[in-house]
């Protein structure tokens, strides 16, 4: 079967630097997505990639390792506002989104 | 209108009724999308349409069904509402299916009594 796994929740303080990882298993792959999603909003689109690497976009980047199966979003000089879940997924075969259960960060003063 | 939008907000339904979930774009995207959050699961679709005139099923697919008449509607319908689709129901569109990002309604809360 398809499975994206990411931790349920993470803490981290205000100004610091946290690191979300995902890793998956899928028919197929075309890009990894990563959304952020508010409590009670919409998710919102913060990154894909598709190739292996780092891609770099101000405070948040995200990285891949297709041989791995493998993605983290690094998010820098962390603001209350961050305070969000953040959603991995991955497209498969069939263009189709598969999508992990999301992580619960909590920013700390 | 601007962006995407979904109507209602919130609903309360007695099971056994009809409802249908309203999803209105002016992006002229191809393809939408119907997904269902519920507590810790990821965002699971139900149904998608890659362009006006076509649906599909998604992973999720039973006790719904869904139309695509013209480019800008999404219309999801339950055709006798069950307690275990009480969820967030969130509409999506993109360019295309293949590697776009999706852009996402404020989503429709609905509890099934």
């Known amino acids: 079967g398809q499975n994206i796994d990411q931790p349920t929740e993470m803490t981290a303080t205000e100004g610091a630097i946290v690191q979300i990882n995902c890793t998956y298993q899928?028919?197929?792959?075309?890009?990894l997505f990563w959304y952020q999603q508010h409590a009670g909003e919409a998710p919102t689109f913060l990154s894909y990639?598709?190739l292996d690497g780092l891609e770099e976009k101000g405070r948040f980047s995200s990285f891949l390792s297709r041989s791995k199966g493998y993605s983290y979003l690094l998010l820098k000089e962390l603001q209350m506002k961050d305070s969000a879940s953040y959603l991995c997924?991955?497209?498969?075969?069939?263009?189709?989104?598969?999508w992990g259960a999301g992580t619960k960060l909590i920013i700390k003063p | 209108i601007a962006g995407i939008t979904q109507a209602p907000t919130s609903q309360i339904l007695a099971a056994g009724r009809r409802m249908t979930l309203r999803c209105t774009q002016d992006?002229?995207?191809?393809?939408m999308y119907w997904y269902r959050q519920d507590l810790g699961l990821g965002l699971r679709l139900i149904h998608y349409?890659?362009?006006?005139?076509?649906?599909g099923k998604g992973e999720v697919p039973d006790g719904y069904s869904v139309s695509r008449a013209n480019t800008d509607d999404f219309p999801l319908t339950l055709a006798s509402a069950v307690p275990s689709q009480t969820s967030v129901y969130f509409c999506?569109?993109?360019?295309?299916?293949?590697?776009?990002?999706?852009?996402f309604g404020p989503g429709t809360r609905l509890t099934v009594l």
């Open positions: 999506a569109s993109s360019d295309d299916r293949e590697g776009n990002e999706q852009f």
């Open positions: 992006m002229r995207h191809n393809a």
């Open positions: 349409s890659n362009t006006a005139g076509t649906t």
């Open positions: 899928t028919s197929g792959f075309n890009g």
């Open positions: 990639n598709v």
């Open positions: 997924a991955v497209m498969d075969s069939n263009y189709q989104l598969i």
